[in-house]
């Protein structure tokens, strides 16, 4: 419930957003982790794959994915024609694991209320299905990391 004296103040919902908390008064925020790692196998294989492997890790069925091998994936209708993200922090990261040689990028969405680090969990729970799946060969090493926005800032998902 919010204070409706400050509902219309920018300070409020700033440090409502810092401390880690989601939603807005319209209650319309997600969300939101990105997984990068490497697989040897293409994005329509990984997508074709991705309905069983949420099934076998037991996720949320209404998470939306935006995979893609460049740097900046985005949420929406075609996730490789939007622009690049504002987010300074996140291009960075992204920069630097492509520096790193991580091929791809997967934003993931969840429904509103579900915080940045829920929606994390459950993308771990996916790549961790995947490398059990016939996407990684017998030995492939798994390569990756996850990150989500706490208090402001990205942290890594352990």
């Known amino acids: 419930m919010v204070n409706q004296s400050q ?18 008064v319209n209650g319309r925020d997600y969300g939101e982790a990105y997984a990068f790692f490497n697989c040897n196998a293409p994005i329509p294989q ?3 794959e991705l309905p ?8 949320s069925k209404k998470l939306e994915f935006c995979l ?3 740097a ?7 996730c490789s024609k939007r622009p690049y993200p504002s987010d300074r922090e996140l291009v960075e990261i992204a920069l630097e694991a492509k520096e790193a040689g991580i091929r791809y990028v997967m934003a993931t969405r969840s429904p509103p209320n579900i915080t940045n680090r829920e929606t994390a969990d459950e993308l771990a729970g996916i790549l961790n299905q995947a490398y059990q799946s016939p996407l990684y060969e017998d030995r492939e090493v798994f390569r990756g990391e996850i990150i989500y926005k706490e208090k402001g800032r990205y ?4």
Request: net charge positive; hydrophobic share 35%.
């Open 155 to 158: 942290e890594f998902r352990q």
């Open 72 to 78: 900046f994936p985005f949420l929406g209708e075609d």
């Open 68 to 70: 893609s091998e460049s």
């Open 46 to 48: 990984i997508m074709e």
């Open 52 to 59: 069983t492997i949420m099934r076998l890790a037991k996720t």
């Open 7 to 24: 509902k219309n103040d920018p300070r409020y919902w700033d440090k409502w957003k810092k401390s880690g908390a989601i939603g807005n």
